[in-house]
């Protein structure tokens, strides 16, 4: 018999195929704003622009790729609070990565909003103490 195989979802997910791959690859929507996010996430590791544009809202999505550092590695996510409003949604984490052998904390509370049954990333501030 042959041994399956599975890898560990970058998000936190025990197995990325089950996790956000069913998203990324797999052309499922994300049915809340945290699944999104996590995804996202998932493909900033994976250097996806394609589906960080395609998960971005038009309103401020940038026409350029998505920007990353050379040397940019991502380490984990933590999600603090998913707050879901009707067709609006906030989502707090904190994203740990590595750059230049220096480890740094991106602390994040991001709005999504749902269009057409979709959720879109629209922006995110950063809590001043992260």
């Not at 998960?55 to 999505?61: C, G, K, N, V, Y």
């Not at 590595?98 to 990333?121: I, P």
Request: glycine share 10%; aromatic share 10%; with cysteine.
């Amino acid at each position: 018999m042959g041994k399956t195989t599975t890898t560990a979802c970058p998000c936190g997910g025990k197995d990325y195929t089950s996790c956000c791959g069913r998203f990324i690859d797999g052309g499922e929507i994300p049915q809340t704003a945290e699944q999104l996010m996590r995804s996202r996430y998932t493909a900033y590791t994976r250097h996806d622009d394609a589906y960080l544009k395609a998960t971005w809202h038009a309103s401020t999505r940038p026409a350029e790729p998505v920007a990353q550092e050379d040397g940019l590695k991502w380490l984990g996510l933590e999600v603090r609070k998913h707050v879901p409003a009707g067709e609006e949604a906030t989502v707090e984490f904190v994203a740990r990565c590595k750059t230049g052998g220096r480890a740094q904390r991106l602390h994040e509370l991001s709005r999504f909003v749902r269009e057409a049954g979709r959720w879109y990333y629209v922006d995110g501030v950063f809590p001043e103490n992260a």
